[in-house]
């Protein structure tokens, strides 16, 4: 393939050739003008087919170039195309010249490579078998060595495994024994227990019972007491209460007594100054009404100081009574009490001594393991 001519340099190459004899012919010039013309419609480099068909058309646009100019123009177009493929093909031969040294300094130094490769790996292959053959020994060794620790290894686990079964069934037995051991000292320290439970609560009960019964006969003893206590008070309350009743109508019958003898003699008093002021005279008499007035509200306030007096003794007198019979309550009330606190003392101290003497049975001591 031929170099392509860009414009410049094929308007060189014809400007040079019509310029070598130092004389343009109008002819030559107008070829080359129009030449340019039509060179200058095509953008980039022409190959030698273009720039064929761009000299025809630039001819037949200047009819008056002789056939012989426009050949020689040609013609020194066309041959720096001619030289161009030349020179390319001149190329072209030495880089295949050049390829082919490469390509044979390559197939030598490939076969060298690859002898050396293949030398390499004989030696490698002689080295891995030997290493193998190595390694296949020293497998064999191995495995030989570990199936005769395996072997040894089953022997003394079965040799261990039927020393446990042994000890195990030993171990089996013993347990055994002493479990039938420990079962009927179990059993035996059970019904101990259980006749001892039962002879306790038996005893219990008999206490209970007779606890029960001893609290009845001291609740009915208490009640009764407490009953003929309260019926002698009320007897008590009752005789005093009749007491005072009698004494208050005695009292009341006294002062009655008392002031219709007041009257009796107040209306005499009257009777006889009714009297008297008919003989005395006018002023006599107011003197002697004054006098007589006086002398009643005199008796009338000694018999109401008489009575008050009174009245203020009986109170005194009945509330010493109270007084009394109060302490007197209060002082047998509490003798009750100490005697009732000393029984219940009693009866729990012998209670607590028929609980002491109870024969307790002592326990099985424990069965040694």
């Known amino acids: 393939m031929s170099e392509n001519l860009n414009m410049t340099e094929v308007l060189t190459l014809v400007q040079d050739f019509i ?7 109008s002819e030559q010039r107008k070829f080359y003008q129009m030449l340019r013309t039509v060179l200058s419609t095509h953008e980039g480099t022409f190959s030698q087919t ?53 390509l044979r300094i390559e197939a030598e130094k490939k ?34 060595a570990e199936i005769r620790a395996k072997i040894e290894e089953q022997e003394r686990l079965a040799a261990e495994a039927e020393q446990r079964a042994l000890e195990q069934e030993e171990a089996r037995k013993k ?14 320290a059970e019904e101990e227990a259980k006749l001892k439970a039962e002879e306790e609560a038996r005893l219990n009960e008999e206490a209970r019972i007779k606890a029960e019964e001893e609290a ?18 009320n ?57 007589i007035n006086s002398e009643l509200e005199e008796a009338k306030r000694l018999a109401d100081e008489k009575e008050r007096l009174e009245q203020e ?11 009394r019979i109060t302490a007197e309550l209060e002082s047998k009330r509490l003798a009750e009490e100490n005697a009732r606190i000393a029984e219940e003392q009693r009866l729990a101290e012998e209670a607590a001594e028929e609980a002491a003497n109870i024969k307790e049975i002592p326990d099985l001591p424990p069965v040694d393991e």
């Open 50 to 102: 273009e720039i064929e068909q761009y000299m025809i058309v630039a001819r037949t646009e200047t009819l008056d170039l002789s056939d012989e100019d426009y050949k020689a123009i040609y013609d020194v177009v066309i041959e720096r195309y001619t030289l161009s493929q030349r020179l390319e093909e001149e190329a072209r031969l030495e880089r295949e010249l050049a390829e082919k040294a490469r």
């Open 19 to 25: 310029t070598s004899d130092g004389m343009i012919k």
């Open 313 to 323: 003794e009986e109170a005194k007198r009945l509330a010493e009574e109270n007084a």
């Open 111 to 144: 076969a060298r490579q690859e002898e050396e490769a293949r030398l390499r790996a004989e030696e490698e292959a002689k080295a891995l078998a030997e290493a193998r053959a190595r390694a296949e020994e020293e497998a064999k060794l191995k495995a030989e």
């Open 216 to 233: 009845r006969i001291a609740a009915e003893e208490e009640a009764r007491l407490k009953a003929e206590e309260v019926a002698r008070m």
């Open 175 to 188: 347990a055994e024994e002493e479990a039938r051991i420990q079962e009927e000292a179990r059993i035996a």
């Open 235 to 291: 007897e008590e309350a009752r005789l005093k209460a009749e007491e005072e009743a009698k004494l208050k109508a005695e009292l009341e019958a006294r002062l009655k007594a008392e002031q219709e003898a007041n009257a009796k003699l107040a209306n005499e008093a009257h009777l006889k100054m009714v009297e008297e002021a008919i003989k005395i005279s006018e002023e006599e008499r107011l003197s002697e009404e004054a006098k």
